[in-house]
């Protein structure tokens, strides 16, 4: 694949939406198109319930995933905003305090911010340390009596550092908070269950570790959980229409009006295409191309790397702040001189920047490696980048 300017296409921007997909992914979405292409959970007829059997097994394989037994705890959604969103705006009440972190991403940081602005939530938001990590204590440390549940990411997206969710997750169990994660860059890239995490909500993307279409997410729901979570989207769902009262079942308590099919297929392949991989086959090959990638920054002189070194506590997001020269500009030179897609800015985290020092000058250039990055294009960056170092 080439871009518009001749150049072999290198796409290391897997941390804002995963490509390549598998070719199964692709398959799926276009079969399903030209052949069903119904709703899902309103007609009788064959194609409509094929269409149902394709969203569940698509829900089922997520679930799995997870660790969880009943795919009805998963709900399908937009994307991991949109699936933060029914966890966030449905926990909370006006008076309530939430535990955020630093490191959020603007999905977690925004809905916070008008609540505490427009219905007196109040918002603690704990800091991390120069690797960009967070420490448990001091989430456990930020609660008070009026804390409705805590938000954290399990990976920085600025940074690709891992949080410790566990230890946050197992300590919020024993005193009874709810627990929400983002798990947008972790679901698919590191093995997990929801209960090693010991949450209530795990939100993420379907487009990002789950290798689906873009406009996908879910959010999982644990059971019980459902009873506390106010739904944000009523409407019809094919189900109890002779009342107006939105259905309290799961997954139809969270998902209104028509589910994004083609997406959902595509995302099921996609999570199937993990399942016979392994997510730890994945996780291995992220670890290698990172160690590689960071050896090769590291070596070249006016290239500052950010996050932790260790690939145990780090994943394929790879953020550096290159002397004299503006994040965007470098970007702007890999994709046109190189042919090298990366992510430059400040990556919708502005706390993680600030925190880091980066936002001042712009934020950082972000390289992010997917299950079909090759050595290759590791070692084609780490050359252009070089180039455009020694070339000021
Ligand atoms: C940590 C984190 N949370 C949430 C999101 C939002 O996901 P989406 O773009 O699917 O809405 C992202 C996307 O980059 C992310 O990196």
New binding site residues.
Partial sequence: MGTDNGLKRIYLDN??TSWPKPPEVYEAVDHWQRTNGTAVGRGVYDTALETGRLVLDARRAVAQLLGASDPSRVVFTL????A?HLAIQGLIRPGDHVVTTVVE?N?VLRPLRQLADGRGVAVTHVGCDAEGIVAAEKVIGALNSKTKFVVV?HAS?VTGALQPVAEIGAELRRRGVTFVV?A??TFGEIPFTAEELSCDLLAA?G?KGLLGPLGT?VLYVRPGVEERLMSIRTGGTGSESNSTKQPTTMPDKFESGNLNVPGIVGLGAGVRWLQARGVAQVRRHAQTLTLRLCEGLSRIQGVRLLGPRDVERRLGVVSIAIDGYDPQEAAAVLAGSYGIETRAGLH?APLMHKALGTDSGGGTLRLSTGPFSTESEIDAATAALGDLTASQ
């Fill in positions: 941390a804002a994307n991991g905003t949109d933060l991403h999905s990411a997206n983002d947008a860059q993307p487009h997410g919708c």
